[in-house]
C-alpha cells in the first residue's frame, strides 16, 4: 500500500490516522461516560487524566492529519449526486472541525475549572484561561453538547461508507483500509 | 501648617521604635497560596482568611516571633466538588481542626533570604517546617514574600486512598506575598 494517497485510495499515512482516531474516540467516549457516573474521587481523577491525555493526543493526530490532507489530496469522490457530494463535503468539514473543536474544548474546560492537563505525565500543558467556575459550567455543557454532535456525524459517516460499499456497491468503504477490494 | 497633622507626623514617628516591631495581616495584606500537584499536574488553590502576627527587628532576630493562623474552611481552589474534599476529614478536617497553625521563634538569614524555623500544626499534628522569605520595608508597611515547602502526609492530609502519593503529590508549597501592617496593640 502506497504512504501517499492515490487516484483510488488513501494511502497508509492518512489511512493510519483515520482509524488512530477511531480507535482513541472510542476510548474516549467510554472513559468520559465513565467518569461521568463516577462519584468525586481518586478514581475520577485518574480516569479524567487519562482521558485528558488520549484527548490532547487526539489533537495532535488531528493537526497532523489535516497538515497531511492539505499536502497530500484524498482520492476524489465516486460519481453521486451533487447533494450527496455536498452532505460528504459538510459531514466530513464538521468531522475535521470537531477533531479540534472536542480536546480544545476539553482543555479550556480544564483550565476554566484549575485542573490543568497534563499529556501522560510527561508535560504539563498551559491553562488557556483563569480558573472562572461560571466559565467552567458552560464550557461543560459545551463540550457534552459537541460530543453528541460528533457522534451523530461519526453516525452519520459509518452508514454513509456502508451505504455506499453495500448498496451503492461503489467500493468506497475499500479506500479506507488496507486489504485489496474484489 | 496645620498643628494636627504635625502632631499626627510625631505621633507616627514616636511609634517607630528600634525594638522588635510588631507587624500584622490579615486577609487584606495579600494572597496566600499553595500549589499542589495533581495527576501529574500543578493547580494553585488559596486561603481567603488568615492572621498573621509578626514581631520582628532584622538586628535583633533572636527576639523574633512569628505567628501564622489560617482558617482552612476558606481553602479555594475554584472548583466546589475538590474544595469540599479539602475540606472533609479526608483532607484538612475543618470541623474537628478549622485552623492551621504555624508558630517560630528562630530567625537566620541566608543571603537576601530569612528563615524561620518552627513548627506547623495541622489536622492535629505538629511537626517541625520551614518558612524562606525576604523582607521590604517601608514606612508603614512590611512586604513578606517567600515560601514553605511541606510534606501533607505526615500531617495525615490524605487519608485512604488520597494517600497515593502517584496521583497526589505528598510535596505542597505554601506561598505568600503579604504587605504586613504595624500591629494596633
Known amino acids: 500500500m502506497p504512504v501517499r494517497n492515490t487516484n483510488e485510495r488513501y494511502g497508509s499515512v492518512a489511512q493510519a490516522l483515520h482509524w488512530a482516531i477511531v480507535v482513541l474516540l472510542i476510548v474516549q467516549f467510554t472513559l468520559g461516560k465513565i467518569a ?9 481523577l485518574i480516569t479524567l487524566a487519562r482521558h485528558k491525555s488520549f484527548g490532547i493526543t487526539i489533537l495532535a493526530l488531528a493537526v497532523i492529519r489535516l497538515l497531511w490532507r492539505l499536502f497530500n489530496r484524498p482520492p ?12 460528504a463535503h459538510l459531514s466530513h468539514g464538521g468531522l475535521y ?10 482543555w479550556l474546560m480544564s483550565s476554566a475549572h484549575n485542573y490543568p492537563v497534563s499529556w501522560f505525565g510527561l508535560v504539563q500543558l498551559p491553562d488557556l484561561v483563569a480558573p472562572d467556575r461560571g466559565l467552567s459550567h458552560s464550557l461543560e455543557d459545551v463540550h457534552e453538547l459537541l460530543s453528541n454532535v460528533l457522534l451523530g456525524f461519526a453516525a452519520l459517516h459509518v452508514l454513509a461508507a456502508l451505504k455506499h460499499q ?10 479506507m483500509l488496507p486489504w485489496r477490494g474484489r | 501648617m496645620n498643628v494636627r497633622a504635625l502632631l499626627a507626623a510625631f505621633a507616627l514617628l514616636a511609634a517607630d521604635p528600634a525594638a522588635a516591631k510588631p507587624w500584622q495581616g490579615d486577609a487584606g ?7 499542589a500537584v495533581q495527576a501529574d499536574a500543578k493547580f494553585t488553590g488559596s486561603f481567603k ?30 472548583d466546589e466538588e475538590r474544595d469540599a474534599i479539602l475540606k472533609s476529614a479526608e483532607f484538612f478536617w475543618t470541623e474537628r481542626h478549622p485552623q492551621a497553625k504555624f508558630h517560630a521563634t528562630k530567625f537566620r538569614r541566608s543571603g537576601k533570604r530569612w528563615r524561620a524555623d518552627g ?56 506561598r505568600f506575598d503579604l504587605k504586613l501592617k504595624p500591629a494596633t496593640p
Open chain 2, 119 to 174: 513548627e506547623l500544626t495541622l489536622r492535629g499534628v505538629t511537626q517541625p517546617a520551614a518558612v524562606l522569605f525576604t523582607l521590604v520595608e517601608k514606612p508603614q508597611i512590611l512586604g513578606m514574600k517567600g515560601d514553605a515547602t511541606i510534606r501533607r502526609l505526615p500531617f495525615g492530609v490524605g487519608q485512604g486512598e488520597w494517600q497515593s502519593t502517584e496521583w497526589i503529590g505528598d510535596e505542597v508549597v505554601v
Open chain 2, 49 to 78: 482568611t488568615y492572621d498573621v502576627r509578626f514581631d520582628f527587628d532584622p538586628a535583633k532576630p533572636a527576639a523574633g516571633r512569628l505567628d501564622v493562623t489560617v482558617t482552612l474552611a476558606t481553602t479555594d481552589t475554584a
Open chain 1, 166 to 175: 453495500f448498496i451503492d456497491r461503489d467500493n468506497l468503504l475499500l479506500r
Open chain 2, 29 to 35: 495584606a495579600g494572597p496566600l497560596q499553595f500549589v
Open chain 1, 36 to 44: 461521568d457516573d463516577l462519584p468525586p474521587g481518586l478514581d475520577r
Open chain 1, 76 to 87: 476524489p469522490l465516486p460519481p453521486m449526486p451533487g447533494w450527496q457530494r455536498v452532505a
Open chain 1, 97 to 106: 472541525a470537531l477533531l479540534f473543536a472536542m480536546p480544545l474544548t476539553g
